[in-house]
């Protein structure tokens, strides 16, 4: 009688088992790891970004908005006070429309004591991120690494890395940015379109000291966003249509330093451009599901929305706290970790928070981007309205530090 054929993963020699993958290291992928360091659920994140550029500290432009909410999340999971040394508080928020005399003002006194935010330097952020995922109990991190090949079944999840390891987990999660190969490879549709702008990221250096104060100076080739950090320095993601991005980072320093003023202000005194300036196209982006057979799509891989606000990432943590919360309850109740209960969950409980952040932000870019009298004439009043609407403003700003509504433990600052 014939021996029957060996299985696929019968003959493979080397394999890892664990109860997540996590395809993607980057914030939201190294965040969902740390958060489920030491809960009872293993999980291991594949990176193809090599560790050791990590220890890159120098300045490189790149600046994140955290929510309140979200840094309590971090500092539930231990993480917050890595990155604290390079944090600086959002103390205030002012809201302009070109040249209006009228404007939105938010203060955090008119909430409670805390700052609406923080801005961290996205190196400190990734350092501290990934630090704690690679210590947490339960935890692998394979990097540099890619997935090769994904396999997802009734049975569970089985990968194959470019290094040769193989690995078997209950669940996959797709944290792998806008441009997931692991949702395409799952055969999700994207609905997505470009705003036709380009944010140019850098950190500008000014003679006077920070004040706290972020600004959001709506213009029609988009906003201008001023960002507090730690000295003389704001983080500033300036907004131009595309065709005008080319020619602007391509002018001398003395130039593109002047045209920079001119954005400005001269409230801070002389500004001058101190880090390397990126170039990121805007594009809006939504799965037309966040899952599938054993698959959980997190952050950018399910949504992608204009940085205006500065919310995108942080809808993204949001994301990783209630997936973490929903695997760490399962774990606990010895429920299958990636089966349809779980992740019709998930979906559930992220859909509505998702869909309404992705319609204001786009809103607010298609109704700010350009110049029409009629459109300018309504949008003014509304800021004007607002600032005279105390119990108005105060539900817009709660929305912005992520602390409306029922909110997952970790957002509440709480641990799983």
């Known amino acids: 009688m014939a021996k029957p054929k060996p299985t696929r993963r019968a003959a493979r020699r080397t394999i890892q088992e664990t109860d997540v993958l996590i395809v993607g290291g980057g914030l939201a992928g190294s965040a969902l790891a740390a958060a489920l360091g030491g809960t009872g659920v293993g999980a291991i994140a594949v990176d193809r970004e090599d560790p050791a550029r990590l220890a890159d500290q120098s300045l490189d432009g790149r600046v994140t908005a955290i929510a309140f909410a979200t840094k309590r999340m971090f500092e539930a999971i231990g993480v917050w006070q890595d990155m604290a040394p ?16 009228l404007f939105l003002h938010y203060d955090r006194r008119e909430v409670g004591k805390d700052p609406l935010g923080w ?72 609905t997505a379109w470009s705003y036709g702008q ?36 704001s983080a500033i993601v300036w907004t131009e249509r595309d065709a005008d991005v080319p020619g602007l980072l391509a002018l001398p320093a003395e130039d593109f330093d002047e045209l920079l003023q001119e954005r ?29 057979e054993r698959l959980a799509l997190v952050a950018d891989a399910a949504h992608g929305l204009h940085p205006v606000a500065g919310q995108g990432i942080n809808v993204g943590f949001r994301d990783v706290a209630v997936l973490a919360e929903k695997l760490v309850a399962a774990k606990r109740a010895g429920e299958d970790l990636g089966g349809r209960a779980l992740l019709a969950a998930y979906e559930r409980a992220r859909r509505f928070d998702v869909l309404t952040m992705a319609v204001a932000t786009d809103g607010i870019v298609k109704l700010f981007s350009n110049d029409l009298a009629p459109i300018r004439i309504v949008r003014d009043l509304g800021l ?25 433990k970790l957002l509440a600052g709480s641990a799983l």
């Open 198 to 233: 380009t944010a140019i990221v850098l950190v500008a250096e000014h003679d006077a000291p920070q004040d706290f104060v972020a600004i959001e100076h709506f213009r029609p080739a988009g906003p201008f966003a001023i960002l507090p950090m730690k000295g003389h320095r």
């Open 384 to 408: 004007g309205l607002v600032e005279r609407m105390p119990a108005l403003k105060r539900v817009f700003m709660r929305h912005a530090m992520g602390t409306l509504g029922t909110l997952p």
């Open 119 to 190: 801005m961290v330097e996205n190196g400190a952020l990734r350092r501290a991120l990934h630090r704690a995922a690679a210590r947490g109990r339960g935890v692998r991190y394979r990097a540099p690494d890619r997935v090769v090949r994904l396999e997802r079944d009734a049975d569970g999840v089985e990968a194959e890395l470019a290094s040769g390891l193989g690995l078997r987990a209950r669940l996959a999660v797709a944290a792998d940015g806008r441009d997931s190969e692991t949702r395409a490879a799952a055969g999700i549709r994207c």
């Open 264 to 292: 400005f202000g001269d409230f801070r005194g002389r500004v001058r451009c101190v880090s390397p300036k990126i170039a990121y196209p805007l594009r809006y982006s939504h799965a037309e599901t966040y899952v599938a």
């Open 86 to 101: 390079r944090a600086a508080p959002i103390e205030e928020i002012r809201i302009v429309d070109g040249r209006s005399p």
